[in-house]
């Protein structure tokens, strides 16, 4: 422990951010990087507690989750930060968690929720000593390329290059397996590239990640959509074993009365569209679903509709209101979330902040359903009516009654639906003869990653369902562990 009474004497003091306002004019981070002194104090409010549920990464508990997914040592290194260890606190961290520069960045930390510091303080500033440690190993040319020293001649496909299909060819690359990673847009990094706008992660920090990953030997396949352009058959003939990584990219639809007109877009294909021009032009091509001059209704309360205003405030949007199903959250936990599990409240994203900077006012309107989208008589859209409606959980179940004389008309003429996604496309899944849940995931056991077809494993969002990089990130590993065990009856990673 670096500082016994570190907890009591330091505050939490986590990196502040360029003005929210002066910040909407261009895509860059604005995360500020704070003073090492700062930093290694912060490092010492670790209370290195006998059991820290910070490193936890327990799945579920009850209703909620506890601790970091891909177990990071955060004591650990939060001591080596406190005492200038700099290098081997990055040692650390790299331990168990392959690209602590993309969790650093995008994850919600549900690590600070599960700190023991937090039961009655502020939590320790994990996610940012995270950030910190990898971009101080960056500067300081500490990362490197790490080829592995021999080969086992045994190869494997991995399908999908997000966080899950990264990590999983990352891992299997250490073990010596010869390793080709398909990705069917023109860029490497899935959802890291064009599913989180550059100004949370910028397409650099993943780029100069694979370029690492490419030097240690693993290939990449860009333009290149298995099931489509290589048929499954062809590719299980040419590997010893296959990882399908292909996320859940199905979106969840709408049926409501207006849905074809123009003008309503899945948020997935607005936010890609928007960063391919973005990466390839600058925007000067004006490939993409512009925002600008548009009031944006996005429907959905969760971090893909947050992105959605992000980037659209940058577009240039007139207004910007973002839709949730769910009332507003408490400011305190209630009595079924007490800690450690991950805290369920109200919070205020960086996007949150960046409207009312930009609009006057928190963007979020609650407990709203969507009955009908509205065009004029030109066939345009123009509005959509929406009514209030009260959640209740039934014998287990979520109910949703409407409340009457609720109804209301908001103006809008580009809605973006960021409601989830209801699972992985089939057509790859029917190729290769694997099976599926009730719930249309991939059916592959947690811990063994095996589907029902040998040799061929699953990892991230097409297994779990939708959720968090960091948990994809586990998962890729866990996989390559498994796959690995497939391939030489043992296997040494972790």
């Not at 003869?433 to 095996?450: I, K, L, M």
Request: proline share 4%; aromatic share 8%; net charge negative.
């Amino acid at each position: 422990m670096g500082k016994p009474t570190g907890f009591l004497e330091y505050k939490r003091e986590a990196p502040p951010k360029r003005d929210p306002f002066e910040r909407t004019k261009n895509w860059q981070e604005f995360q500020i990087h704070l003073p090492e002194k700062t930093l290694q104090e912060q490092g010492g409010r670790c209370m290195d507690c006998a059991i820290p549920f910070c490193q936890a990464g327990t799945d579920m508990i009850g209703s909620g989750e506890i601790g970091c997914p891909v177990h990071n040592l955060i004591p650990e290194w939060n001591e080596l930060v406190y005492r200038g260890k700099w290098k081997e606190a990055l040692a650390r961290l790299h331990k168990t968690n392959n690209f602590p520069e993309f969790t650093g960045r995008v994850c919600p930390a549900p690590c600070e929720g599960s700190c023991t510091v937090a039961i009655d303080a502020d939590a320790v500033t994990i996610k940012s000593l995270e950030y910190h440690i990898v971009e101080r190993g960056f500067n300081e040319g500490w990362i490197k390329a790490n080829p592995p020293l021999k080969r086992t001649g045994k190869t494997v496909a991995v399908i999908g290059s997000g966080p899950a299909g990264l990590a999983a060819a990352a891992q299997l690359n250490k073990a010596g397996h010869l390793v080709t990673v398909f990705e069917r847009e023109d860029r490497i990094g899935g959802l890291l590239t064009y599913g989180i706008p550059d100004v949370k992660l910028a397409y650099s920090i993943v780029e100069r990640r694979v370029q690492l990953l490419k030097e240690e030997g693993i290939t990449f396949r860009v333009n290149i959509e298995i099931g489509k352009d290589v048929h499954a058959a062809e590719l299980e003939e040419q590997f010893d074993a296959v990882i399908l990584a292909t996320g859940s990219t199905k979106p969840r639809e709408v049926d409501h009365e207006g849905r074809e007109l123009d003008g309503i877009h899945y948020a997935m294909d607005f936010l890609t569209a928007n960063t391919k021009s973005l990466l390839n032009s600058n925007h000067q091509d004006e490939n993409y679903i512009s925002a600008k001059g548009k009031h944006v209704i996005v429907i959905g309360g969760g971090d893909t509709g947050a992105d959605c205003i992000t980037t659209s405030i940058r577009h240039g949007a007139a207004t910007v209101t973002q839709f949730d199903i769910n009332k507003q959250k408490g400011f305190e936990r209630e009595v079924n979330n007490a800690w450690p599990l991950f805290p369920i409240i109200h919070t205020t994203e960086d996007a949150h902040k960046e409207a009312k900077a930009v609009y006057g006012k928190d963007p979020r309107a609650y407990k709203l359903q969507t009955k009908r989208f509205i065009s004029n008589d030109n066939g345009q859209l123009v509005g959509v009516e929406t009514i209030e409606v009260k959640t209740e959980w039934v014998e287990g179940q979520k109910v949703r009654t409407e409340i009457p004389n609720t109804e209301k008309t908001w103006e809008a003429d580009l809605v973006l639906l960021a409601i989830g996604f209801s699972g992985p496309e089939k057509e790859l899944l029917a190729q290769l003869n694997v099976a599926t849940t009730s719930r249309q995931t991939v059916a592959a056991d947690y811990g063994t990653y095996q589907t029902s077809k040998e040799g061929v494993f699953a990892a991230g969002d097409n297994r779990r369902g939708q959720s968090l990089v960091v948990w994809a990130i586990h998962e890729g590993r866990e996989a390559a562990r498994e796959c690995d065990r497939f391939l030489m009856g043992t296997t040494r990673l972790p």
